[in-house]
């Protein structure tokens, strides 16, 4: 039972313009959302989190949106570098889940110059 | 950079074989885990530790023990190595009491011949 799903295993954008990567997940019980990158022969790094009392968190160049509704959270990166090239993986916790995190599969976002 | 260190970085063995990971982090966190990657499946938890000799099983945890004698190092053993537990390997750490963010060790490839 995947409670985490991205379901584009693979993204490619033109430097510059909008990156926009999607994950759905199934457990209504979920209330924290997480956003990972990991780059090859590298461990996962935090990016940026969301709690579900908001429906929009922003750092700098990455905003991630919440729609509890709809069980759906996107990452914005505005706009796009060559170095965002990686892997992004989303997680999600909640109380049943103590502090345990659920990942997605993963999406290979390729920025290219 | 969350002070954690996973050694080795790079092993090959036989199955059959014993195998040991070990993961090491310096910032007293009390909460640490081990991860398995494999492609199409993103982070899948094996086991995680919630204090000195205090551990639970994750979603993947046959064939996998694991032990915390101390604080900072969190072991995982392959009793008996199998050609399935060929994968990459992540420890991490949860970054304090009120919140589910993790940060992640570089990781260990264990390739299983």
């Known amino acids: 039972d995947q409670q985490v799903k991205q379901n584009s295993p693979s993204l490619s954008v033109q430097e510059g313009r909008i990156s926009i990567l999607n994950c759905d997940y199934t457990n209504s019980m979920f209330d924290y959302f997480l956003w990972y990158k990991k780059y090859p022969a590298e461990g996962p790094t935090f990016l940026i989190s969301?709690?579900?009392?908001?429906d929009k968190n922003e750092d700098g160049r990455f905003t991630v949106f919440l729609n509890k509704s709809a069980k759906h959270l996107s990452l914005h990166i505005v706009p796009s570098q060559p170095g965002d090239s990686a892997v992004y993986f989303c997680a999600a916790s909640g109380e049943t889940s103590g502090s345990r995190l659920t990942f997605g599969e993963g999406t290979q976002l390729t920025v290219n110059p | 950079d969350a002070g954690i260190t996973q050694s080795p970085r790079h092993k090959v063995t036989e199955t059959g074989t014993p195998v040991t990971l070990r993961c090491h982090q310096t910032?007293?966190?009390?909460?640490m885990y081990w991860y398995r990657q494999d492609p199409g499946h993103g982070l899948r938890l094996i086991h995680y530790s919630y204090g000195v000799k205090d551990t639970d099983k994750g979603e993947v945890s046959d064939g996998y023990s694991v032990s915390r004698s101390k604080t900072e190092d969190f072991l995982l053993t392959l009793e008996s190595a199998t050609s399935s537990q060929t994968s990459v390997y992540f420890c991490?750490?949860?970054?304090?009491?009120?919140?589910?963010?993790?940060?992640f060790g570089p990781g260990t490839r264990l390739t299983v011949l």
């Open positions: 991490a750490i949860r970054s304090g009491p009120y919140t589910d963010t993790q940060y």
């Open positions: 969301i709690s579900s009392i908001k």
């Open positions: 910032e007293n966190h009390r909460y």
